[in-house]
């Protein structure tokens, strides 16, 4: 009975891991956005270790927050002018901020993608020695201490980076991606 259960579960976390459509059918089935409408496009590609388990928190001005994970887009349509894109993860400090003008009836690309200086700012807690619990919490501020001098003051600190990408680039990595499911909170 527990085999089956267990079974159970690790269907049910893979369909929620895959998210919706794959690009391609988006890309096919979504009408070019109106003369008073942009489409932004936020993707995340799976190329990369770092914060491979973890969703990055995506918000565009208001609108419902969305779990972006690796291997997933998100298009949201918004009116001409200027918009917010945040992107951050509950437990780093830091996030980053992008302000984009919008264009009515385009279209453009941002990947989302961990940043190296936050590893980086990570470091200097493989120098604490762990062998109590005392240095294992000892360990743990120092990572903290790491990520919040990192990010302090910046725009774009954070576990996360979003960046415009060109047509052409942004097209050949979305090949593959699915779309993101908007979390159930």
Not at 85 to 106: F, K, Y
Not at 134 to 162: D, H, N, P, Y
Request: proline share 6%; aromatic share 6%; net charge neutral.
């Amino acid at each position: 009975m527990r085999a089956i259960a267990s079974l159970g579960a690790v269907i049910a976390l893979a369909g929620c891991a895959t998210g919706g459509a794959a690009y391609h059918e988006f890309a096919a089935s979504a009408a070019a956005p109106a003369a008073d409408a942009s489409r932004l496009l936020l993707f995340r590609s799976a190329d990369t270790p770092q914060y491979s388990v973890r969703a990055a928190t995506l918000r565009v001005d208001d609108a419902e927050p969305v779990d972006l994970r690796p291997g997933m887009f998100h298009a949201i349509t918004v009116a001409p002018g200027a918009h917010r894109i945040v992107v951050d993860m509950w437990d780093v400090p830091g996030r980053c901020e992008l302000v984009v003008e919008a264009q009515g009836g385009s279209e453009r690309y941002f990947e989302v993608s961990p940043r190296a200086a936050n590893a980086m700012a990570m470091l200097p807690m493989a120098l604490v020695p762990v062998q109590s619990i005392g240095g294992l919490f000892a360990s743990g501020a120092v990572m903290m201490g790491g990520l919040t001098a990192e990010s302090a003051g910046k725009v774009c600190g954070g576990a996360f980076q979003v960046i415009e990408q060109p047509t052409q680039q942004a097209l050949s990595r979305l090949g593959s991606l699915r779309a993101a499911a908007l979390p159930s909170r």
